[in-house]
């Protein structure tokens, strides 16, 4: 995948603390941070999944009424 330059402003105390826990892990501070970046977007789109999941059980009976049982994906 290509890579994409971005630049960010921080203060030298967060500068500080990315060196030291890429450091700690032994990766670079863009490795780093480009890994808290994935965590990130997978635990929101995890999330989203959850939350859609829960509405759709709890509202699964409204639309079975209003649409009919075939569209709540059972027979």
Known sequence: MAKTQL??????????????RAQQRGVSVN?????????DA???GRAFVEA????????????????GQERTGRA
């Open 7 to 20: 630049n960010v402003r921080v203060d030298e105390t967060t500068a500080e603390a990315a060196r030291r």
């Open 42 to 44: 997978g635990e929101v």
């Open 31 to 39: 490795r780093y941070i480009e890994e808290l970046v994935q965590q």
């Open 52 to 67: 859609a999941a829960d509405f759709m059980r709890e509202y699964e009976t409204v639309f079975a009424e209003e649409f």
